[in-house]
RNA sequence: GGAGACUUGUCCGAGUGGUUGAAGGAGCACGCCUGGAAAGUGUGUAUAGGGGAAACUCUAUCAAGGGUUCGAAUCCCUUAGUCUCCGCCA
């Protein structure tokens, strides 16, 4: 959520960067300004009546005690005559504050001046390529047929107990998924990172924070009885660790790590993009979060990239970075980079991670803070990026280091996997 | 799931209708003391929002929301959470 003094101070810099991320309802910065005039005006009214009333009942308190009965209730009248005026006046604001949170919730955020102008994915620009793609055999096939020739995936079962998009891994299948994460987390931890594991469920207010509400509903599975949705990525429920905490401007930057299962509908996803590993509805990440100084966080934000990349690289993945373009940004992110893999024999770029600052979006919701030197107290910025999502790691590796024979794994992944190929 | 007790500031903890934003302590910050530290000592130490050039000031907040009252941390209702006992259970 954007800040209101700063929209305020803004307005037309406001305007034009969301242009730049395509929000349709400009105007809706002017509603902004007048109501939150509007809002302030009435407030100063409303608490210098309030203010009145508060000084009349506290002299009431001091005549009681000394006994003057008849005076304090001389003054108990105006107090009630008062009262029906605040209450008109504050049931009148309470409206108009709504009407303005209401409207502030449904900006997206402010694009840094980086990003480029666009709207669709052709328009995102790319940083850099890196590592051949590879050379297959003349019979090299898909990742989907290679998890049924090697039987490490089997998708009809996954059917048969949930439905379409969600897979259920078998055997080396299943131990693969569990060494990548294994060694997504000890590279992030090695790094700093503090491991979390927490709840796959959030609340509403949770889901609120992080941005997923009001923007993505329809993208959570919602579980109407509790009242709870299942996380769309791990973002979610760890960022929110820090929901309404202070924290010391030296503890920054505050760096977690987490591996869970992410659970997304998808509703409208189809052809070629869901084939296969390309798109499930529930599939396995390991995230990064970080909270971070606000001067520093574009520091973080190509630290964080760099930490990526270098992970990459160590499974041998040809890849490519993006800098997305303002149309194709989340409604919550200031700048992003998509990473995406090579994954050969289907010839497809596959994204497998988004790295992202928010820089207050995040925290003016979630009141993450810390304090300054002066002792006033500052929102952190948040940032996060997936270090890696499984899926598509997955088959790409399958694809690109088939062989007639086998499929060759990365070294790094020897130790956790247990042997050097499948 | 049933019954009961509880929820106060960074933490511990007092406070059952009237200058209580809240005693007292701990912690923390700064100063004094010290060769340096500890101890001692003095001062300060919530958050959000509004007004003001500033000094400063106003409003709200004692789990959350609502109610009673001129006035609520204190009384009533609802919800959430914590603890204890019972039930169920990996």
């Known amino acids: 959520m954007l800040q209101l003094n700063y929209i305020r101070q803004h307005v037309d810099l406001v305007k034009e960067r969301l242009t730049v991320k395509h929000f349709a309802d400009i105007a809706a910065v002017d509603r902004i300004v007048s109501l939150d005039e509007q809002v302030r005006r009435l407030k100063v009214e409303t608490e210098t009546l309030q203010a009145e009333l508060n000084a009349v009942s506290k002299e009431i308190g001091m005549l009681m005690g000394q006994g003057k009965k008849e005076e304090a209730e001389q003054r108990r009248a105006v107090v009630s005559e008062g009262k029906s005026k605040i209450q008109r006046s504050t049931e009148q604001l309470g409206s108009l504050e709504k009407q303005l949170y209401d409207e502030v919730i449904q900006l997206p955020n402010i694009p840094h001046v980086s990003v480029p102008v666009g709207k669709t994915p052709e328009d995102n620009v790319n940083i850099r390529e890196v590592g051949a793609k590879p050379d297959l055999h003349a019979n090299a096939v898909p990742h989907w047929e290679l998890i049924k020739k090697?039987?490490?995936?089997?998708?009809?079962?996954?059917?048969?107990?949930?439905?379409?998009?969600?897979?259920?891994?078998?055997?080396?299948?299943?131990?693969?998924?569990?060494?990548?994460?294994?060694y997504f987390l000890d590279y992030n931890t090695a790094a700093g990172y503090t491991e979390y594991m927490p709840p796959l469920v959030v609340?509403?207010?949770?889901?609120?924070?992080?941005?997923?509400?009001?923007?993505?509903?329809?993208?959570?599975?919602?579980?109407?009885?509790?009242?709870?949705?299942?996380?769309?990525?791990?973002?979610?429920?760890?960022?929110?660790i820090y929901r309404d905490e202070i924290v010391k401007e030296n503890e920054l930057p505050v760096k977690m790590t987490a591996y869970t299962p992410c659970f997304r509908r998808e509703a409208g996803s189809f052809g070629s993009d869901v084939r296969g590993l390309n798109r499930v509805h529930q599939f396995d990440k390991v995230e990064v979060i970080q909270l971070s100084h606000p001067e520093k966080s574009y520091e973080v934000l190509e630290e964080m990239v760099a930490h990526v990349e270098q992970l990459l690289q160590s499974l041998n993945l040809p890849y490519r970075i993006l800098r997305l373009c303002g149309g194709d940004m989340s409604f919550t992110s200031a700048l992003t980079?998509?990473?995406?893999?090579?994954?050969?024999?289907?010839?497809?770029?596959?994204?497998?991670?988004?790295?992202?600052?928010?820089?207050?979006?995040?925290?003016?919701?979630?009141?993450?803070?810390?304090?300054?030197?002066?002792?006033?107290?500052?929102?952190?910025?948040?940032?996060?990026?997936?270090s890696l999502a499984l899926p598509r790691i997955l088959a790409s590796l399958l694809e690109n280091n088939q062989t007639e024979t086998g499929i060759n794994l990365p070294a790094v992944l020897h130790p956790y996997f247990g042997a050097a190929s499948i």
């Open 150 to 182: 090697y039987d490490l995936v089997n998708f009809e079962t996954g059917v048969k107990l949930a439905g379409s998009g969600f897979p259920v891994f078998k055997g080396r299948g299943a131990k693969l998924q569990r060494a990548l994460v294994q």
């Open 203 to 240: 609340n509403e207010t949770t889901a609120y924070g992080t941005g997923q509400l009001p923007d993505k509903e329809g993208q959570m599975y919602h579980i109407g009885v509790d009242g709870l949705y299942l996380i769309p990525t791990a973002e979610v429920p760890v960022t929110n």
């Open 337 to 386: 980079y998509d990473f995406e893999v090579y994954s050969a024999a289907q010839k497809k770029w596959l994204e497998v991670s988004s790295v992202s600052n928010f820089e207050t979006f995040q925290s003016n919701r979630m009141k993450i803070r810390y304090k300054d030197a002066a002792g006033k107290t500052q929102l952190v910025h948040s940032l996060n990026g997936s």
